[in-house]
């Protein structure tokens, strides 16, 4: 997708670059957004701990601070205020049911992400209603979940990962590296186009939605190709963040082993998280190393894609063009990976233990908001006749076939290595 220009000469992707480090700088400076809670387990607590006016008054906060992020991107971007202004205030409503769906105790106990509930909530109104050209016109996913990334890159911490051990980073390799191609070459042989096959196989490979958003940006890929990726993505996670605890307790595998599994092989990171708390503490610590270290992955990936399509796609538009250069190469590289990188470089490095206690809450707070704002508007603007219909099908079969593969392999080298 190509990028919006304005008078400032910024991209999408710088624009989320400087909002997301606006976020940081604000929160590192002292302000702390107070976050309203969300847990319940029955309906008077819902009443006295959720609904109550103190609660929804710090939801209301939050609500002014991510219209404001959101404004200041559409203004910089030379996208329309009013319309961003009328739709902004829907989706977050609507977010807000999911997240309070989300806190339920028992729901959380089946390990059912807010990301979730937002995308079904999205999904059954653009689906079974007509919705309203202005709302979906309005709708910022990209936008959205690029937010995301930047935030979830201050929990990308390199020193927690190599003190956890290396092994975590080599099943990453070994994973990334054999599904990715494997997904790849499935993809071609199903007569999936290269861009939607480069999107699948991110996705499978290294972190699910972050990655398909990553590729996207690294190859300028089509918005509807990635929201059917993400779709996908998320509608396939669930069976597998459900059952694969309770396989991997059957199948009498370690802690250590069933946590690399987990780690390696469901998509989102707080899906792995809430899995190998089912099993145990060694079972969640290894499964979040090994999930972060695919993590870490993700930018060098983006930029390796970006040179492969760079290569590729301008030798085959047409015989007589020059070879890519270096400044053609820069163009097409996706810069919020360069944010990403930046925001775990700076709390690796930089930031002080304590303060990063301080302050991590609330960035996984904002971050897990973020995400459930791409994804209700992802619902929003998605059909199930796209993912079901003959286009669609060839795609689904690729990614499925892909998980499976990842399923397996990604057990094999656990079972080896822990």
Same mark, same amino acid.
């Given at each position: 997708?190509?990028?919006?220009?304005?008078?400032?000469?910024?991209?999408?992707?710088?624009?989320?670059?400087?909002?997301?480090?606006?976020?940081?700088?604000?929160?590192?400076?002292?302000?702390?957004?107070?976050?309203?809670?969300?847990?319940?387990?029955?309906?008077?607590?819902?009443?006295?701990?959720?609904?109550?006016?103190?609660?929804?008054?710090?939801?209301?906060?939050?609500?002014?601070?991510?219209?404001?992020?959101?404004?200041?991107?559409?203004?910089?971007?030379?996208?329309?205020?009013?319309?961003?202004?009328?739709?902004?205030?829907?989706?977050?409503?609507?977010?807000?049911?999911?997240?309070?769906?989300?806190?339920?105790?028992?729901?959380?106990?089946?390990?059912?992400?807010?990301?979730?509930?937002?995308?079904?909530?999205?999904?059954?109104?653009?689906?079974?209603?007509?919705?309203?050209?202005?709302?979906?016109?309005?709708?910022?996913?990209?936008?959205?979940?690029?937010?995301?990334?930047?935030?979830?890159?201050?929990?990308?911490?390199?020193?927690?990962?190599?003190?956890?051990?290396?092994?975590?980073?080599?099943?990453?390799?070994?994973?990334?590296?054999?599904?990715?191609?494997?997904?790849?070459?499935?993809?071609?042989?199903?007569?999936?186009?290269?861009?939607?096959?480069?999107?699948?196989?991110?996705?499978?490979?290294?972190?699910?939605?972050?990655?398909?958003?990553?590729?996207?940006?690294?190859?300028?890929?089509?918005?509807?190709?990635?929201?059917?990726?993400?779709?996908?993505?998320?509608?396939?996670?669930?069976?597998?963040?459900?059952?694969?605890?309770?396989?991997?307790?059957?199948?009498?595998?370690?802690?250590?082993?069933?946590?690399?599994?987990?780690?390696?092989?469901?998509?989102?990171?707080?899906?792995?998280?809430?899995?190998?708390?089912?099993?145990?503490?060694?079972?969640?610590?290894? =499964?979040?190393?090994?999930? *972060?270290?695919?993590?870490?992955? %993700?930018? /060098? #990936?983006?930029?390796?894609? !970006? +040179?492969?399509?760079?290569?590729?796609?301008?030798?085959?538009?047409?015989?007589?063009?020059?070879?890519?250069?270096?400044?053609?190469?820069?163009?097409?590289?996706?810069?919020?990976?360069?944010?990403?990188?930046?925001?775990?470089?700076?709390?690796?490095?930089?930031?002080?233990?304590?303060?990063?206690? =301080?302050?991590?809450?609330? *960035?996984?707070?904002?971050?897990? %908001?973020? /995400? #459930?704002?791409?994804?209700? !508007? +992802?619902?929003?603007?998605?059909?199930?006749?796209?993912?079901?219909?003959?286009?669609?099908?060839?795609?689904?079969?690729?990614?499925?076939?892909?998980?499976?593969?990842?399923?397996?392999?990604?057990?094999?080298?656990?079972?080896?290595?822990?």
């Amino acid at each position: 997708m190509t990028p919006n220009k304005t008078t400032f000469n910024l991209s999408e992707d710088w624009t989320v670059v400087l909002l997301g480090f606006l976020i940081i700088l604000v929160s590192l400076s002292g302000f702390q957004i107070p976050m309203p809670t969300f847990g319940w387990e029955s309906p008077t607590d819902l009443s006295e701990k959720v609904l109550t006016v103190a609660n929804l008054a710090k939801l209301g906060q939050v609500f002014l601070f991510t219209l404001i992020i959101a404004l200041l991107a559409s203004r910089v971007l030379g996208k329309s205020l009013a319309a961003n202004a009328k739709g902004f205030p829907i989706v977050f409503v609507l977010t807000s049911l999911a997240l309070i769906l989300a806190g339920n105790a028992f729901l959380k106990n089946w390990n059912l992400e807010a990301v979730i509930f937002s995308l079904t909530i999205g999904l059954l109104l653009s689906n079974f209603f007509t919705l309203p050209t202005w709302l979906t016109d309005s709708l910022s996913t990209e936008l959205f979940v690029k937010i995301g990334l930047i935030l979830l890159g201050t929990s990308v911490i390199f020193g927690d990962i190599l003190k956890a051990g290396s092994l975590g980073l080599i099943q990453a390799l070994i994973v990334v590296i054999s599904v990715w191609y494997f997904a790849f070459w499935v993809s071609k042989k199903l007569g999936v186009d290269e861009e939607l096959a480069l999107m699948i196989s991110s996705a499978v490979s290294i972190c699910g939605v972050s990655a398909a958003i990553a590729t996207s940006g690294a190859i300028k890929g089509d918005s509807k190709k990635l929201s059917y990726v993400i779709s996908v993505v998320l509608i396939t996670a669930i069976p597998m963040i459900i059952f694969l605890p309770f396989l991997a307790k059957a199948l009498g595998l370690s802690q250590e082993v069933t946590g690399a599994w987990l780690g390696g092989t469901i998509d989102t990171t707080g899906a792995v998280i809430a899995s190998g708390s089912l099993v145990g503490e060694t079972a969640l610590k290894i =499964s979040t190393i090994v999930k *972060f270290s695919q993590n870490v992955l %993700l930018g /060098f #990936a983006a930029f390796a894609i !970006s +040179i492969y399509w760079t290569f590729t796609n301008n030798q085959t538009e047409t015989v007589k063009q020059a070879k890519p250069t270096v400044g053609l190469i820069w163009e097409r590289f996706p810069k919020f990976v360069l944010g990403f990188i930046a925001a775990s470089l700076l709390f690796s490095f930089v930031i002080s233990s304590e303060t990063i206690d =301080s302050v991590k809450g609330g *960035f996984k707070a904002l971050q897990g %908001l973020w /995400f #459930a704002l791409a994804f209700t !508007s +992802i619902g929003l603007e998605t059909k199930f006749a796209d993912l079901f219909s003959k286009e669609g099908k060839k795609p689904l079969y690729a990614f499925l076939i892909a998980q499976l593969f990842n399923v397996f392999i990604t057990l094999a080298v656990a079972y080896v290595l822990f």
